[in-house]
Structures are given as structure tokens and as C-alpha cells.
């Protein structure tokens, strides 16, 4: 098991995109059913990350989860601060709320991971059943 840094980048990016766009863009990721956009968001940033990452199921599973840990807390302070905006006390419930989002964003992160592992695995036997064009 080792951490690939270019696909913690590429997971962490995808992370942040999906996560500060999730409530506008991904459905019923509103308030009434917050854990959904954190699954989505972790499964999506873990996906990227294992896809970069390898064939290696744990390789895979172990960088989606930092991937997605580390974008949801950089997604985290960038609404934190945003929130400031809008009053401390909204900024201070929304950070309490985030840590949890951030902990619970980890195991969907490797689970995408995983699954992001072996689909790099699947497409590149595909590729090597491949006979060569001229």
C-alpha cells in the first residue's frame, strides 16, 4: 500500500468540484437529505483517485479515502469562510456539521477507491486483449 500523490491531487480536486456543487447541481443533496451529497461527493472523489491510482484494490482504497478526507476539509473551510460571511454563529454550526461530513466522507472515499481500482484493472486488460492496428 502506498499513496500516490498525483491521485490524491486528482481526487482531491474532484472532491472540492463536486463538493461545493453538489447542493446545486446533484439532486436532493439539499438540507432535507444532507448525507447524500456526502456519499456522492465521496464515492466520486475515491473513484478518481483509485482510477489514477492502479490495479491494486487496496492502493486504491487507501488513496480515495485521503483523497476525499482532504478535499472535504478543504471544501469545509472554503464554506466555513463563506459563512463568516453570513455571521459567526452560522460559520461556527456550519464547521461543527462539516467535521462529521468529513469522517463520514472517508468510507465512501474508499470505497471508490476500491471500485475505481478495479475498473483501471478491467480497462486495462481490455486494452492488452487488444490486437495492435496499424
Do not use: H
Request: without cysteine; aromatic residues 6%.
Amino acid at each position: 500500500m502506498d499513496f500516490k500523490v498525483r491521485s490524491i491531487v486528482y481526487g482531491i480536486v474532484a472532491t472540492i468540484i463536486v463538493g461545493l456543487l453538489s447542493g446545486a447541481v446533484v439532486p436532493f443533496t439539499n438540507m432535507t437529505l444532507p448525507v447524500t451529497g456526502v456519499l456522492v461527493t465521496g464515492i466520486i472523489g475515491g473513484l478518481v483517485a483509485g482510477y489514477v491510482s492502479g490495479t491494486k484494490l487496496n492502493d486504491g482504497a487507501l488513496n480515495g479515502g485521503v483523497a476525499s478526507a482532504a478535499g472535504a476539509i478543504i471544501a469545509l473551510v472554503v464554506l466555513t469562510v463563506a459563512g463568516l460571511m453570513a455571521g459567526p454563529l452560522a460559520a461556527m454550526g456550519l464547521f461543527a456539521f462539516g467535521v462529521l461530513f468529513v469522517i463520514v466522507a472517508a468510507i465512501p472515499g474508499a470505497v471508490g477507491g476500491a471500485l475505481g481500482a478495479w475498473l483501471q484493472g478491467r480497462s486495462a486488460k481490455r486494452r492488452a486483449g487488444r490486437p495492435a492496428s496499424r
